[in-house]
């Protein structure tokens, strides 16, 4: 409560008032000097810092998505095997699932800034050796799986890394602070990942690969460049340096003794990810390609729509990040389930594939913005209760998890669309949802037990 100044007692009365009135031999009272105003300060989200790591972040993804869709795109020419190019992602993926925890231990030993930096101008250096190899000696399959390979090698430290340091910047400032800073940062990814999947295509039929892996050199040089003026301290640690195996098990000793709830949801999420990744990239190329029988241009219509929706949607989430909480979860895990049922009943609808279709990319476009919002309050929530020393670790093994769900959710679901109706698949993840949403009610609500 403000506090009002303190009145004159009823029995002092100012020497004004005094009926034999004194003459005044005390100095002239000199003015005091006014304190200067302080300048405000900026607000976290538009500090030189934050807006550096957003700028280098998106810019290194962009680099990211426009090779992985030129390296697609020339495997398949070459091959003429789609599954040519996916089986070198698959195996990229394993030094990623089996390195990632080691990658978290990095992340919390060095200068996070410092670590980005080396990261994406050693991804620029590793493209630029593979267009020169390609330049001299033409396409190769193996040299194709090297540098895939090599570049996931990076990434497994490139995700811990970036996902520290955000919460080490905003940490200060608390929840509302970070989670509009991660609807910020899927916000630019989005973006990032949006104009390779419009514009590559393009790109690739009239200039070819090796401009489009000049292309990704400049974006990861480029990221390297701008993370050099982010201005980030070493991680916080209260003890000697143990080995990496000791980080490791003390990690593991946070999330299962000291932080049990922090587990649950990182397991939570992970089976979160094996459903929505599961019927997201199997089951619409399915259902849109052939149950409904439509082209890859609709296709690629249908998943532009898809994504500029969500685009959309993340600047209205945006603008209410800071006011989403930990109990907003159940909710919104079932609003998620919700979606995703109507996604079901539109592949029975009777009036033809284009009124199927339209059904179906509505429900898909509102499901993306609510998983949307599902992440910009998890991930936040396990960052700013996971000290600064175990964040690297913590994150890097709740990106493991995910990792290992996605090509799991895949399967599993790719069995399940090759033997079972569209609209059975898509009712029962929706129920799943909902189920996971009530079974985990009593988490959400005591979260920080």
């Known amino acids: 409560m403000p506090t009002t100044p303190a009145q004159p007692s009823e029995t002092q009365l100012p020497a004004a008032q005094h009926e034999t009135e004194q003459p005044n031999t005390s100095p002239e009272p000199q003015p005091q000097p006014q304190p200067q105003a302080q300048p405000k300060a900026a607000h976290p989200l538009r500090s030189r810092n934050f807006i550096l790591l957003v700028a280098g972040q998106g810019i ?23 599954t040519a190019f996916a089986s070198i992602l698959a195996i990229s993926f394993v030094p990623m699932i089996l390195g990632a925890p080691f990658g978290g231990v990095l992340a919390d030993r060095m200068n996070r800034r410092t670590l980005m930096v080396i990261l994406d101008a050693a991804s620029a250096v590793t493209v630029a050796l593979a267009l020169v190899w390609f330049s001299a000696a033409g396409f190769s399959i193996i040299a194709v799986g090297v540098m895939q390979v090599a570049l996931s090698l990076l990434g497994i430290f490139e995700t811990p890394t970036v996902e520290s340091a955000l919460p080490q910047m905003l940490r200060q400032y608390g929840d509302a602070t970070l989670n509009t800073s991660a609807a910020i940062v899927s916000q630019v990814q989005q973006v990032s990942a949006l104009i390779p999947s419009f514009l ?21 040089a480029g990221a390297a460049a701008i993370e050099c ?7 916080e640690r209260d003890e000697e340096m143990p080995t990496p195996l000791d980080d490791l098990k003390a990690a593991l000793r946070f999330l299962t003794r000291e932080k049990p709830n922090l587990l649950k949801m990182v397991l939570l999420a992970s089976a979160l990810n094996l459903v929505v990744l599961g019927y997201g ?31 959309m949607g993340m600047l209205i989430v945006t603008m209410m990040a800071g006011r989403l909480k930990i109990g907003h979860m159940t ?38 913005v609510i998983c949307s919002c599902a992440n910009i309050i998890a991930v936040p929530a396990i960052q700013m209760r996971t000290p600064d020393a175990m964040l690297g670790k913590v994150m890097a093994l709740l990106s493991a998890l995910a990792m290992c769900m996605q090509p799991l959710g895949q399967m599993a679901y790719g069995w399940a669309f090759d033997h079972l109706p569209a609209a059975a ?11 996971m949403a009530l079974l985990s009610a009593s988490l959400f609500a005591h979260f920080d037990d």
Not at 205 to 214: E, H, Q, Y
């Open 425 to 435: 698949i898509f009712i029962a993840s929706g129920a799943v949802l909902i189920a």
């Open 200 to 220: 590559g295509g393009a790109v690739y039929s009239l200039f070819g690969i090796r401009p489009m892996m000049a292309v990704s050199v400049a974006a990861f």
């Open 60 to 82: 290194s993804l962009f680099g990211n998505m426009m090779l992985r869709f030129a390296m697609s795109m020339w495997v398949l020419d070459e091959t003429g095997s789609a």
């Open 281 to 311: 990239t199997v089951g619409y190329a399915f259902v849109i390609r052939h149950a409904m029988g439509f082209d890859a241009t609709v296709y690629g219509i249908a998943d532009g729509l898809i994504s500029v929706a969500t685009l």
């Open 331 to 368: 909710k919104i895990l079932t609003l998620l389930g919700l979606t995703v049922i109507p996604q079901g009943v539109a592949c029975m609808l009777s009036g033809g594939n284009w009124t199927r279709l339209m059904a179906l990319v509505a429900f898909a476009c509102i499901g993306d």
């Open 229 to 235: 003026f982010i201005r980030l301290g070493m991680p």
